[in-house]
């Protein structure tokens, strides 16, 4: 049994591999995308036999579509906040906010208000939003809807494990260090995600996602300062000409953090991004499974062969038009 574990962990590894596209075929898409897509492909490889050929087949939908929710961003007002909670906003007077803030929904609205918690983020709460959809697919065995909320739990599943989507200084702007966010969160992964090691192991059930989402939000914020500290001693000792670079990017050149002082960085934080990539990719398989299950473990094999509707095309390819059309997107920017 030993033996056969090893060999299927072996043969997904390989399959990682495989199925990852090439740096060359990434370099296409929006900066900042590279990190969600991998972490919706990789965490497929998660998932039990009985789940896997169904994700395998539609692996490129829902890598591609990991992207879709930050889009939406330029379309749709009320997206934006789904990507982030600033806890410490509720950290007034020293109190701890985790304490002070209730984890349900509707507790939190009685406390604090809607506005309040709209104005500083919902993340947590949307996941378990997501879930719930994506339990709905499964029952109705809609191919469209089980596709796209499994990609699109995964942005948030992704943005709930980034230390700067927790914190009002989301991009070091309260600390003069602008920037750090887009760093920090596709920068370095744009480097080196390529030898970051995968295996995180099989998608497992978890009772309560909400409590996930939120250990998920307590785990990145206790990373946050980290983050900022590091940087800040770290660039104390790097000149300008060393700690940025002007690299080709679509149109024009566009000032980067160095391939030096990134590596760096991400060596002070002793593989941090990393290890907070793997924690998404696992927690996002054991969502997709919870939710199959939830929904009382359907055969996926009789969707196998279904393709994504034109109806679902139809709806994709105007959002995509939306987002390209328009400059500017709702919420606060990053990049």
Known sequence: MIRKVI????????????FWP???VESAYAWGFYGHKRINRTACFTLP?????????????ITDHAVDPDKRRYAVEGEAQRHYIDI????????DPFE?????????????TEDTLQAYGIVPWHIEVMFGRLVSAFQRGDVDRILRNSAEIGHYVGDAHVPLHTTENYNGQLTNQHGIHAFWESRIPELSAENYDHLVGRATYVDRVLDVAWEAVYASHLLVDS???????LSASYPEDRKYVFEDRGRGAMRMYSREFTEAYEAAMLGMVEQRMNASILTLGN???????????PDLERFEQKEVSDSLKAVLKAEQE??????????????
């Not at 002070?100 to 604090?112: E, G, H, I, L, Y």
């Not at 983050?227 to 001693?233: A, C, T």
């Not at 997709?288 to 009382?296: F, L």
């Not at 059309?325 to 990053?334: A, F, I, L, P, S």
């Open 7 to 18: 060999l299927l962990s072996a043969l997904l590894g390989a399959a990682v591999v495989m």
């Open 22 to 24: 090439s740096r060359a």
């Open 49 to 61: 036999p009985e789940m896997f050929g169904f994700y395998k087949r539609h692996i490129d939908f």
């Open 88 to 95: 410490d906003h509720y950290a007034h007077g020293g109190v």
């Open 100 to 112: 002070t803030m209730p984890r349900k929904w509707n507790d939190a609205v009685a406390k604090f």
């Open 227 to 233: 983050v900022l500290g590091i940087e800040r001693r």
């Open 287 to 297: 969502i997709w499974y919870s939710a199959w299950v939830v929904a009382g473990q």
């Open 322 to 335: 939306l987002y390209e059309q328009n400059k500017k997107g709702y919420g606060r920017d990053h990049e």
